[in-house]
């Protein structure tokens, strides 16, 4: 594969839609920056365990502190909200899961937008999937097609004509193709944590922890998280 000679910008939370677009960002580009962001979430290991897959990925990081608890409300957020037991029981009357944060993504992606203007960065890479999400308003891509409009707009994309272009790779794959596409590029998952209710080892209950172990079962393969656990003696 011809590596595409610019740098790119990841949106990294250490989950595993994230670590593969990692992945895939450090095969498509010269060089990539993984910006993690810490929002105040209840899921605050995602971070540490984060920072972990960069440093042995060899990739840069870069670690935003930009609290959220203040501003919106979500089950991710606010400790006295409960975590959905099962997908299923996650959406609320309106259809919006209650593990959603508002404008979450809108939010990450302005960040990234900026930390990668100031440092000459037009690429920036997103882990959005739109198949296990489908009730996420900001994982979508035509979401994704306004806010490289809105960037491209309101940067000075519009004065020299570099343009910026957010690349979501695995806006159309399931949680299977995904870990599939990660599994081809070399992706350890073993660090990757992705349960909502905030601990190294998953609860296997969540939303989350529900997609992910669902998805692991169809490629019938344990998870190299709960591979590594055990081998530790936390399982």
């Known amino acids: 594969m011809n590596k595409n000679n610019e740098r790119a910008v990841v949106l990294f939370s250490g989950g595993i839609d994230s670590t593969t677009a990692l992945y895939w960002a450090k095969e498509t580009f010269a060089d990539a920056v ?6 105040a979430q209840r ?7 984060a920072q972990r897959i960069a440093r042995q990925l060899k990739v840069r990081a ?3 502190q930009f609290p959220l608890k203040d501003i919106v409300y979500s089950a991710l957020i606010d400790k006295n909200k409960e ?4 997908l299923a029981t996650s959406k609320n009357e309106e259809g919006v899961p209650f ?4 404008f979450r993504n809108g939010i990450f992606l302005s960040l990234a ?4 203007e100031s440092r ?8 959005f999937n739109l198949i296990d999400t489908p009730d996420y308003p900001d994982t979508t891509a035509a979401f994704s097609k306004k806010m490289e409009a809105v960037i491209n707009e309101g940067t000075s994309a519009s004065i020299t004509g570099r343009r910026f272009k957010i690349h979501t790779p695995l806006i159309r794959k399931s949680k299977k193709e995904i870990i599939e596409m990660g599994l081809q590029l070399g992706a350890d998952y073993s660090y990757s944590v992705s349960c909502y209710r905030g601990s190294e080892i998953p609860c296997l209950k969540c939303p989350s922890c529900d997609i992910r172990s669902h ?6 393969r344990e998870d190299p998280l709960i591979t590594r656990l055990k081998k530790e003696g936390k399982l």
């Open 34 to 39: 993984a910006m993690m962001v810490n929002y």
């Open 43 to 49: 899921h605050h290991i995602e971070v540490e365990m």
């Open 99 to 102: 593990t959603y944060v508002p």
């Open 120 to 127: 000459g960065i037009f690429h920036i890479v997103t882990g």
């Open 215 to 220: 998805a692991f079962k169809q490629l019938n």
């Open 83 to 86: 975590i959905p037991e099962s």
């Open 62 to 64: 870069h670690l935003v």
């Open 113 to 116: 937008a900026a930390f990668a």
